[in-house]
């Protein structure tokens, strides 16, 4: 018979590991912290102009109708349905800024596309639709559940957080126990995708069908992974168990062993059980000792990532390092900071020019990394990050006028390497801004 693994035995034994588990904590402030911000005056003006109405039918017949009001990156001209990555960092801003109504909106369009399709597709448009993004739902769920205590909302969003959940450690799932990113695209679709790419954004020299549908459908599973597109993977996503990826599933597992108790259901032990696993599963195959830091495991080789990524930090913000490995991987910051952010990728000469690589710096990281560092108390490091990601932001704003999707962390500008021109974006880019100017305090 199973022993139970009760949870107060649970968050004893992590703690003595020095396991941080709880998110981040998300105080709602007055947006009013910061009144002559001329960057904070800009999103609150344009933010509104990101909202698109609810619809039972799409006119174009290229996307889902989604049943709220929903928010897209951009104001106009690129990026215009629901993300599902972008939408977790927008809404750590609209939480900030007060507007708890919309960002609940936006996770009700979320949890709507999980009840319709089994999981969350990489946008609501329909040629997106064949992969997923990094999963936050459960995340963002717990960001509405705390500003609003609602029990009712939480018990309906479980299930199909749990839906989710499932697709990650089924559909994604490799005989190691851990998950890693993919696709469920036909051949048509990934040959279609493949002309695409070489047009527009890699110079690639495939001549057979076999090696075109190769290609296309690793860099889709990139594409997935919220990384398209990036050399970390050495252009072969789906052979790679993901460091982040499996860090967000942990958390995942602790924060719905919380809903369990919140709700009464009985389900907390079951899912307590899945995060010691995971944990036990990431220490074995994606911890390297010898480097101080976490690496994705490439299964066709073998053996460990000879790239590192900036996703080392993941499971420090996700509270499944020790404090013995925060302090590696922490030791490990300077592969990846410059004088103006974070980078995504260890610098290197690499075959392609990639948008998610060196000396590019992409506001999610910015977060990630200082909320990681912040978790096991490097407050000094933490507010560093901050403070060049939100100067970055503001400096830039005061030469062109808006905000960018992406910047240059080495110049401190939007001299970028980019497979497609950088757009003006609100999305993350304001949502993160938002969130370090009010509730961290931070000004450029």
Not at 26 to 39: K, Q
Not at 117 to 124: D, R, T, W
Not at 297 to 312: C, H, R
Request: glycine share 4%.
């Amino acid at each position: 018979m199973t022993k139970k693994l009760h949870r107060r035995k649970f968050l004893h034994l992590a703690s003595a590991t020095g396991a941080a588990l709880l998110l981040p904590s998300h105080h709602l402030l007055s947006a009013t912290a910061a009144p002559n911000d001329r960057v904070l005056k800009y999103i609150k003006a344009s933010i509104g102009q990101t909202l698109r109405p609810a619809s039972e039918v799409d006119p174009l017949g290229k996307s889902i109708p989604l049943p709220h009001p929903f928010n897209v990156p951009c104001i106009s001209v690129n990026f215009q349905n629901l993300f599902y990555y972008d939408t977790y960092f927008l809404n750590r801003g609209l939480i900030a800024l007060g507007d708890i109504a919309q960002a609940e909106n936006n996770v009700n369009d979320i949890l709507f596309l999980v009840d319709k399709l089994g999981f969350v597709p990489n946008s609501n448009r329909l040629d997106m639709t064949n992969r997923s993004q990094p999963p936050y739902l459960c995340m963002m769920v717990k960001d509405i559940f705390t500003a609003t205590g609602n029990i009712e909302w939480l018990s309906k969003a479980y299930p199909l957080i749990a839906h989710e959940y499932d697709f990650w450690t089924t559909k994604r799932i490799t005989i190691y126990g851990l998950s890693r990113y993919h696709h469920d695209a036909d051949e048509e679709f990934l040959l279609k995708f493949y002309e695409h790419l070489k047009k527009v954004r890699l110079p690639l020299t495939a001549t057979t069908d076999e090696e075109k549908i190769s290609i296309a459908g690793h860099r889709l599973a990139e594409a997935e992974a919220g990384y398209d597109f990036t050399p970390r993977f050495d252009g072969r996503c789906s052979d790679f168990i993901p460091v982040d990826l499996n860090a967000n599933l942990y958390l995942y597992e602790i924060t719905m062993a919380d809903f369990a108790v919140t709700l009464g259901n009985g389900e907390n032990d079951l899912w307590l059980k899945r995060a010691t696993e995971r944990k036990k599963q990431i220490d074995d195959l994606l911890w390297n000792e010898t480097h101080g830091m976490y690496l994705d495991y490439d299964m066709k080789n073998e053996k460990e990532s000879e790239i590192t990524s900036v996703a080392t930090f993941q499971p420090l913000w996700c509270g499944c390092a020790s404090t013995e490995q925060a302090k590696s991987v922490k030791e490990n910051l300077k592969l990846y900071e410059y004088a103006h952010g974070i980078v995504p990728c260890e610098a290197g000469q690499h075959e392609f020019t990639y948008q998610w690589d060196y000396p590019n710096t992409w506001p999610p990281h910015s977060l990630i990394v200082s909320e990681a560092l912040s978790k096991y108390n490097y407050e000094e490091d933490a507010a560093r990050i901050r403070s060049k990601y939100v100067n970055i932001v503001h400096d830039v704003f005061k030469s062109t006028g808006t905000l960018w999707e992406k910047y240059n962390a080495v110049e401190g500008n939007v001299n970028v390497k980019e497979e497609y021109k950088t757009p003006p974006m609100i999305g993350w880019n304001a949502g993160i801004y938002a969130h370090m100017r009010i509730v961290n305090n931070i000004r450029p």
